[in-house]
């Protein structure tokens, strides 16, 4: 397995994989987990070549995220893309993405102000920017993303179609921990009582996934629904619960056709999100 920490690195072996493989691309902020690992395996069983990229971007940190503490492992990182079957970890310093002259910038109009929009401002130009980048680095046939990030999934999605982008994006389900939980690197931050405590947003999830497949089509009842459980919680603390268009991410009274539901709860200081969706 090649590390590459430069981008011309990256391109000397794209291109001579280019011409007769397809091409799987992961990318991640690192401190990996199961979540990630599947990612990683589904493009090793579907690509003849897979590259994981492993960068802490700190476009999509406002300054008072955790940028600084966001957990990192190298070696862990490398031994687990080693054993899936990765080809290349593309593993870059900051200035290698963001020289000092950097001033492009990839913005989506609809879908970022919603959901985790609301409180992370600019979250989505980041996360934007930096995938089309290493998008433009890698070359790849494919992309795979989690949809335990299922704003992003949609967002990217959409700036695929929107700006004619060669290259496929496959959603991928959520991994969870044996509890419910839905895996994250930030699940690292929580102590004992609050890991405890974390349970309340999957069966918050669960609870909303299963009044929608019973037949239950208010939002609201859904919604107050799911609340209670988290109330049931003092450490939690809720940013939001939202039904949504699964597409458009905008509000809706009734669930009729193909929704998300989507939360973010703190727990503690530290800020859990995880959905359902139904088709
Ligand atoms: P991150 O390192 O948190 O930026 O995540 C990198 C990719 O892994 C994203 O596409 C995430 O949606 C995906 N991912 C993270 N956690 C999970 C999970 N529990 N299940 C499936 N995919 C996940």
Known sequence: MIIANTIQEVRAHVYGWKKYHTIGFVPTMGYLHEGHLSLIERS??????????????????SPTEDLDKYPRDLESDKAMCRKAGANLIFYPQVEEIYPKDFYSYVDMEGLTKELCGKTRANHFRGVCTVVNKLFNIVAADRA????????QLAVIKKMVRDLNMDIEIIGCPIIREVDGLAKSSRNSYLSLEERKAAQVVSQAIF??????????ISAKNIIESMTKIVQTEPLAKIDYIEIVDLDTLEKIQEVTKPTLGAVAIYIGKTRLIDNFAVY
Do not use: C, R
């Open 144 to 151: 795979y993303f989690g949809q335990k990030d299922a704003q």
């Open 207 to 216: 609870k909303g996934e299963e009044l929608v497949k019973s037949g239950e």
């Open 44 to 61: 090793v069983a579907e690509n003849a070549k897979t590259i994981v990229s492993i960068f802490v971007n700190p476009m999509q940190f």
